[in-house]
């Protein structure tokens, strides 16, 4: 046990004492910070330049056919987001582009009248592909053109809005499982979730190559267990994944509560899905998937002699974690689905899947506990054929380990594990 105490001693602080450890984490904290920031920044210098200028925010609406029976005015009570200047006069298009450019209105819509057909002519100071009439604009002007036109066959003001109720959809499931929950912010999360897991594993593989290249573990080995090396290593590394993915969220929260508008971080996250149990199960959750894969990487990271062959033997873990992870996210889509209950079970994608099935208040306890020992087994085996392939792998300076050569270690009996 105090060997194992070393070792977790050992890999935090070295982790802690590296460079680009701390560099890239100051990086990320700055661009949350920044980042959150960007609207504020650039309110400060959209107010400076226009300060002492009103905003104008009118659009100039001509129909001089009257055409709408002077029903228009109805666009200013329909909270469009605009002010509407309507006009029965002819104004011709340089009038209109003179107003534009002079800041009197943002835009105009022209209407006119052509055989059977209604045409409008929208103008506006620039014309993009992503700049085109707003749909808002057309759904009011034909619910106004047929208002007018039915007022002129007699009909009255409350008889027209009679004929244009108010619908109200309600969504109801024939399921027993009611899911509760954003599930895009439920996705968005689970993203986190991984990205958390993958690159605090992923760390494990590199530190292992790393060291073994500089020969470190010549002497570590004479000293303790392949074992305990292993278990400190994955532990030490988790420990300061778990504090680094710990900051990153309070900050990226502490941003967000004073940074963003108030109300918005509430609007996003519905906080009274988080509940203590949660929290702790996600935490558990996040335990087990980082172990489940830092013992993968801990085995290839052995299988290597140069930190460069890092990535091409991390690469089959990879391929496993993102399967994992895509399996859980668009199962999201239907979250009471077969599909979603195999990967809340399924030991690659659970620990992605199975939190926020919790959250949406679907997973049933049984499910919880099945994921769970599922995990645990998968760690135990995974665990020790890790052990066992390292303990023999681990001084191998040569070329790398192959497959062949990796079942030859587990299959060997009298590995320095015994």
Not at 326 to 334: A, I, Q, V
Request: net charge negative; with cysteine.
């Amino acid at each position: 046990m105090r060997d194992l105490g070393v070792v977790i001693s050992y890999t935090i602080k070295d982790m802690l004492k590296k460079k680009t450890f701390l560099i890239s984490n100051l990086i990320i904290l700055l661009f949350i910070v920044v980042g959150f920031n960007i609207p504020n920044i650039l309110n400060a210098f959209s107010s400076e330049e226009e300060e002492g200028t009103p905003t104008i925010d009118k659009v100039l609406v001509v129909d001089s056919q009257n055409i709408y029976e002077g029903v228009l005015t109805k666009l200013n009570d329909m909270n469009l987001g605009h002010t509407f200047e309507i006009v029965n006069q002819e104004q011709k298009y340089e009038e209109i582009k003179q107003k534009i450019e002079n800041e009197e209105i943002t835009e105009a819509l022209v209407i006119s009248k052509q055989e059977n057909n209604i045409k409008i002519q929208y103008i506006v100071e620039e014309l993009t592909m992503m700049n085109t009439m707003p749909e808002s604009y057309s759904n009011a002007l034909s619910s106004l053109y047929t208002d007018a036109q039915l007022v002129k066959m007699g009909f009255t003001v409350e008889q027209t809005q009679d004929l244009r109720p108010t619908l109200e959809f309600e969504m109801q499931q024939t399921s027993e499982e009611e899911v509760k929950g954003n599930v895009f912010v439920i996705m968005l999360l689970s993203l986190v979730l991984f990205y958390a897991i993958y690159f605090c594993a992923y760390q494990v593989s590199s530190s292992i190559t790393t060291e073994k290249t500089s020969k470190i573990m010549e002497t570590l080995v004479t000293s303790t267990k392949p074992r305990t090396i292993v278990l400190g290593k994955t532990i030490g590394i988790g420990i300061v994944g778990f504090i680094q993915v710990a900051v990153i969220v309070a900050v990226a929260l502490i941003c967000a509560k004073y940074s963003l508008p108030e109300g918005i971080l509430e609007s996003v996250l519905d906080l009274s899905q988080i509940t203590p149990t949660l929290g702790i199960l996600t935490v558990i959750y996040f335990i087990l998937g980082y172990a489940t894969f830092a013992l993968l990487y801990a085995l290839t990271g052995s299988t290597v002699s140069k930190p460069e062959d890092v990535q091409a033997a991390n690469g089959p873990v990879a391929i496993v974690a993102v399967i994992g992870f895509y399996l859980s996210y668009f199962t999201m889509m239907n979250p009471t689905s077969d599909l979603n209950v195999f990967a809340s079970i399924f030991p690659f994608s659970s620990p992605f899947c199975m939190p926020f099935r919790i959250m949406m208040g679907i997973a049933t306890t049984s499910q919880i506990v099945i994921s769970i020992v599922v995990l645990l087994a998968t760690i135990l085996v995974i665990a020790n054929i890790s052990i066992k392939i390292y303990s023999n792998a681990i001084l191998n300076y040569g070329s790398r380990v192959s497959l062949k050569d990796m079942i030859k270690m587990y299959r060997n009996k009298d590995d320095n594990n015994s």
